[in-house]
């Protein structure tokens, strides 16, 4: 499955980086400056790989579609942006493996369906991303994950088939985003998967518990 690959594209959140305290603390200031009491910070961190609808959803039971939501989204943004940068961080072991990858003359590039307004400061906020051949948004293209059109777009600008990508992430629609764009795909079980995910079900080609175990996949399989 990973024959013959020629670049790595990961998602951001819950797979290059630890953003779970940040998301859920401008999560939880919602509910707090509502007069209801905070909600622990593990709750949010099962969900912070969702985003806005994951931190919508532990903190007021409301859902994408749901009446209220978009105001709500709204203000969630705007918390976020002023405490972005205060935990976030790379995981262990992501410096290591995009060095490896740069080594190996691997391009690699992140696809994600953070909106650009953060995806682009918080990258430039940590060096270890400085060699980031390509960045697509939630809203570089019309569509956002699930949808393949984000990944299509990261192997056009990287000047490579779809087919000869690999893509990791830590959601299902990362998984299903992948296999739609043709690419073989790879779920993190290390960022923030709670125990209620059933990844066996997402049926990606590998599975990988440590950012470095990524390795183990693609030596002696690339050419």
Known sequence: MFEGSRAVL???DGTLVDSATDLGRAADKMRTDRGLPPRPLTDYRAMAGAGARG????AFGIAPGDPGFDPLREEFFANYAACMFDHAAAFD???DLLAALETRGLPWGIVT???ARFTEPLLRA???FAKCAVAISGDTTPHAKPHPEPLFEAA???GIAPEKCIYVGDDERDIVAG????MATVAANYGYLGSEASVKAWRADAEINSP???LQFLSSRLI
């Open 113 to 115: 369906n953070k909106a």
């Open 126 to 128: 940590l060096p270890v």
């Open 93 to 95: 072991e992501v410096a």
């Open 179 to 182: 296999r739609a764009a043709g």
């Open 10 to 12: 990961f998602d951001l």
């Open 55 to 58: 931190m919508l959803g532990v």
């Open 156 to 158: 056009r600008r990287l």
């Open 212 to 214: 470095m175990q990524l």
